[in-house]
T-cell receptor, first 111, second 116 residues
């Protein structure tokens, strides 16, 4: 069973709408958390990462994520999406040298 | 600085053939990984290597073998390819130190493998 869960398989929204993608993990102890994006036909790119300190992390392209330790969650947010945000988004966790990914969420932004 | 280099980019195999996917990183990273990506299933970990000389099974190791030749290189071998192994394969590496800001994974460009 996967140890990283992404709640939404496919999200469709209009430009300027707000986006929130859920991610939960099941590891205890120290973790590093990531969100990656994969645009059509391309390889994975890092959006943002959490390693310690401030639980609200800001990444590239206006994305941010909040680490809530008590909920084992690391949800991704963007206040206003653009058509160019159409992509697949992956949450990932490093625990004890093992890097595991969620199943991904496909985001389609309609113009 | 090339990062993570993965070869080949494309490959077509017949059922039962064998092949080795090569991966090399030039960032002096401790940890290296092999994933397969299939539609709707995200990236599933096949094998990983936390350090030179060690390898461990991931979620879907059956049908694969790996070799951590040295700190730079981590190869994935399919001894007898099956159509179920048709997928896109990604190699990744990271420095393997938790809690540090530079701990992120860097990915190769991927290998699109088709087994017929």
């Amino acid at each position: 069973a996967q140890s990283v869960s992404q709640h939404n398989h496919h999200v469709i929204l209009s430009e300027a709408a707000s986006l929130e993608l859920g991610c939960n993990y099941s590891y205890g102890g120290t973790v590093n958390l990531f969100w990656y994006v994969q645009y059509p036909g391309q390889h994975l790119q890092l959006l943002l990462k959490y390693f310690s300190g401030d639980p609200l992390v800001k990444g590239i392209k206006g994305f941010e994520a909040e680490f809530i330790k008590s909920k084992f969650s690391f949800n991704l947010r963007k206040p206003s999406v653009q058509w160019s945000d159409t992509a697949e988004y992956f949450c990932a966790v490093i625990n004890d040298s093992k890097l595991s990914f969620g199943a991904g969420t496909t985001v389609t932004v309609r113009a | 600085n090339a990062g993570v280099t993965q070869t080949p980019k494309f490959q077509v195999l017949k059922t039962g053939q064998s092949m080795t996917l090569q991966c090399a990183q030039d960032m002096n990273h401790n940890s290296m990984y092999w994933y397969r990506q299939d539609p709707g299933m995200g990236l599933r970990l096949i094998y990983y290597s936390a350090s030179e000389g060690t390898t461990d099974k991931g979620e879907v190791p059956n049908g694969y073998n790996v070799s951590r030749l040295n700190k730079r290189e981590f190869s994935l071998r399919l001894e007898s390819a099956a159509p179920s192994q048709t997928s896109v394969y990604f190699c990744a590496s990271n420095d393997g130190v938790l809690g540090q800001p530079n701990t992120e994974a860097f990915f190769g460009q991927g290998t699109r493998l088709t087994v017929v």
